[in-house]
């Protein structure tokens, strides 16, 4: 079992930056890809970033690269994600997940535990 609690969202304008982190319960956080999504109001839930067990890959959704970037400390389990130049339709709830897949998954049915989210708010 992994219990995972966000923080870092907010209230930002366009073209700023917010850092998220993702706290893991539990001894085994290195047993685990991690991964971020996003939710905005009506629309669904879809991935951001992932990476590895070790740290050594990651892996981003098309319209962050370059802008967004995962990391991860296994000895303070914790996973975060660096959000520069943030744009209005970057608003959404953030939601960071565990999955025990190899790699970096990047589908929502490969992760096993999910956060609560925390919202980020871009103002324009």
């Known amino acids: 079992q992994v219990q995972l609690v966000e923080s870092g969202g907010g209230l930002v304008q366009a073209g700023g930056s917010l850092r998220l982190s993702c706290a893991a319960s539990?001894?085994?956080?290195?047993?685990?890809?991690m991964g971020w999504f996003r939710q905005a109001p009506g629309n669904e839930r879809e991935f951001v970033a992932a990476?590895?067990?070790?740290?050594?890959?990651?892996y981003y959704g098309d319209s962050v690269k370059g802008r967004f970037t995962i990391s991860r400390d296994n000895a303070k389990n914790t996973v975060y994600l660096q959000m520069d130049s943030l744009k209005p339709d970057n608003t959404a709830v953030y939601y960071c997940?565990?999955?025990?897949?190899?790699?970096?998954?990047?589908?929502?049915?490969?992760?096993?535990?999910w956060g609560q989210g925390t919202q980020v708010t871009v103002s324009s």
């Open positions: 997940a565990a999955s025990t897949v190899l790699g970096t998954p990047k589908r929502i049915y490969q992760y096993d535990y």
């Open positions: 539990g001894r085994t956080f290195s047993s685990y890809a």
């Open positions: 990476i590895s067990r070790s740290g050594g890959s990651t």
